[in-house]
Structures are given as structure tokens and as C-alpha cells.
């Protein structure tokens, strides 16, 4: 067990909805980051958020926003749901005091979102 | 732009053979590497987490190098055993992104009883 928890484990959405996932951080951790992996291939980078405020964005449009609370939690939301958006999301959590060195991501079981 | 490579992408073995995986990426440029291992639909399992200045890490029957130079890190697993079938992942943290990790493909493996 890595900590991370996100809830919910699975969900199914309509095109064009909008879904909101939640990830809580293993204790002590101040930087959460969201991953999109598709069926079969290696996670792909969303964002990452470092004391409430989004410090690196991969290749997604706005429509993927995040938040980061007080208490280093967060949330993914993803509006006008498309059907590619399916995938299984992924959020990890890390100490960034020297993230330069020896920074390990420690990862939750994700969210399994499948959009009809 | 960083890329990550694994070969092979699926791998079946009989239980108790020793065996490799490979992970390749462009740029040397890295702060870490680090090894996960994920089962069928749940979430990734770091497995060992290697420093840009280290060559190796070791835990249990597991051990990963790195070669940072030439862009390639390898996870040696020894004496396999039908609960080390999942898929393997490498992932590396690039410079002046964050704590970002750039994910190869994966390499998915069976070990048959």
C-alpha cells in the first residue's frame, strides 16, 4: 500500500459530460501529479501540482483542469467528455524537497473512467 | 524531446528462469529512473528507484542498472515465479521538468508455472 487513495475506482461517463476524480496523498507528501494511460500503453503526464498551484502541464488540452487543497489532496476534472478520454487515471504523490535527486513518485490504484 | 523505450514489449517464460528487461531513453539528461510494476488494471507499484549518479539498486530478487550515458537502464529478475507475471515499466525524470516522469510502453511478462 503506496498512501495514495483515489476514489472513485471506476466510473462511466456520456460524451460531452463532465467528471471530476480525487486523489489523496500519501501523508507528508506536497506534490501530486495525474497521468492518462490508454489500454496498453505507459502513463502519459496530465500536470502536477506543487503547494495549490500547477507548476508543469504535458500535452493536454484546457478542458483537463486540476485543483490542489490545503491539505495537498486533489482533483482532476475533465470536461466535454470525449471518447478518447478512456483510460485509466492515474495520480502520484512525492516529497518535493530535492526533486532534482532522489524524488520517488509513489502512485494510487486509479480511476478506471470509460466514456460512451 | 525525451523518449523511453522497452524491448521487449511482451516476454513469456517458464517459472525459474532468470531473466532481463530493457529500457532505452534519448536523453541522458535525467534525474532518476525508476522501475514500477502494474497488474491488470490497478495502479503502479514502484519497484526500485535508481539516482543519476548510481549504477545499480538492488531489493530481494530484483536488481536494476543504469547507464545513463548511453540511455539504458536494464531489471534483472532472478529465479521467476508465476506471481512476477504484471507489466513492468521504466520511467525517467528529466531535468527542468518538474517532477515529471517521462513512461516507456512497458514490457508485459508471463512466467508459466
Known amino acids: 500500500e503506496t498512501g495514495v487513495t483515489q476514489s472513485p475506482t471506476h466510473l462511466i461517463k456520456t460524451r460531452g459530460q463532465q467528471v471530476t476524480l480525487r486523489c489523496s496523498s500519501q501523508s507528508g507528501h506536497n506534490t501530486v501529479s495525474w497521468y492518462q494511460q490508454a489500454l496498453g500503453q505507459g502513463p502519459q503526464f496530465i500536470f502536477q501540482y506543487y503547494r495549490e498551484e500547477e507548476n508543469g502541464r504535458g500535452n493536454f488540452p484546457p478542458r483537463f483542469s486540476g485543483l490542489q487543497f490545503p491539505n495537498y489532496s486533489s482533483e482532476l476534472n475533465v470536461n466535454a467528455l470525449e471518447l478518447d478520454d478512456s483510460a485509466l487515471y492515474l495520480c502520484a504523490s512525492s516529497l518535493e524537497l530535492n526533486p532534482r535527486r532522489d524524488t520517488e513518485a509513489f502512485f494510487g490504484q486509479g480511476t478506471r473512467l470509460t466514456v460512451v | 524531446k525525451q523518449e523511453v523505450t522497452q524491448i521487449p514489449a511482451a516476454l513469456s517464460v517458464p517459472e525459474g528462469e532468470n531473466l532481463v528487461l530493457n529500457c532505452s531513453f534519448t536523453?541522458?539528461?535525467?534525474?532518476?529512473l525508476q522501475w514500477f510494476r502494474q497488474d491488470p488494471g490497478k495502479g503502479l507499484t514502484s519497484l526500485l528507484l535508481?539516482?543519476?549518479?548510481?549504477r545499480e539498486q538492488t531489493s530481494g530478487r530484483l536488481n536494476a542498472s543504469l547507464d545513463k550515458s548511453s540511455g539504458r537502464s536494464t531489471l534483472y529478475i532472478a529465479a521467476s515465479q508465476p506471481g512476477d507475471s504484471a507489466t513492468y515499466l521504466c520511467?525517467?525524470?528529466?531535468?527542468?521538468?518538474?517532477?515529471?516522469?517521462?513512461f516507456g510502453g512497458g514490457t508485459r511478462l508471463m512466467v508459466k508455472p
Open positions: 535508481i539516482q543519476s549518479s548510481q
Open positions: 536523453d541522458s539528461a535525467i534525474y532518476n
Open positions: 520511467a525517467v525524470r528529466p531535468h527542468n521538468a518538474g517532477n515529471m516522469l517521462t
